[in-house]
């Protein structure tokens, strides 16, 4: 079994712990919605569901990386893939209930390419060897 090397190993490791801490602040923000949902009522429902998805997209996306970084399996890449895309509908719908849908929605298909690029080309070396 191959290790991770260079670039590749940088950029695993970078984005595993960037996605620990996102998840961990998204659950805080969801506890702090959960208590104005609460006090404001229905209105910020729909933006309570959208966390609780963003949340479940952030474990997905650790659990995708922690299969390349530790057991070197292809399906996390395509688990990566994935969770971008629901990165990028979740975001067109929180700028829709904010009202800046377009412009949240453009960031997000932006950052999602970037990100996966980015991944890609770090890890194309070693794709024959993923299992």
Not at 102 to 129: E, P
């Amino acid at each position: 079994m191959f290790e991770w090397k260079g670039f590749a190993k940088f950029w695993l490791w970078f984005c595993f712990i960037v996605n620990i801490i996102v998840g961990v602040l998204a659950v805080i923000a969801l506890l702090g919605v959960g208590a104005l949902a609460a006090v404001l009522g229905s209105s910020y429902s729909i933006y309570l569901i959208v966390m609780i998805l963003s949340i479940i997209v952030e474990i997905a996306c650790i659990v995708g990386l922690s299969m390349l970084l530790f057991k070197k399996k292809k399906v996390g890449f395509f688990i990566l893939c994935g969770c971008q895309i629901a990165n990028i509908i979740l975001s067109f719908i929180s700028g829709a209930i904010v009202g800046t849908a377009a412009s949240t929605g453009i960031r997000a298909i932006g950052s999602a390419v970037i990100s996966i690029v980015i991944l890609y080309f770090a890890i194309k070396n070693y794709w024959d060897q993923l299992a």
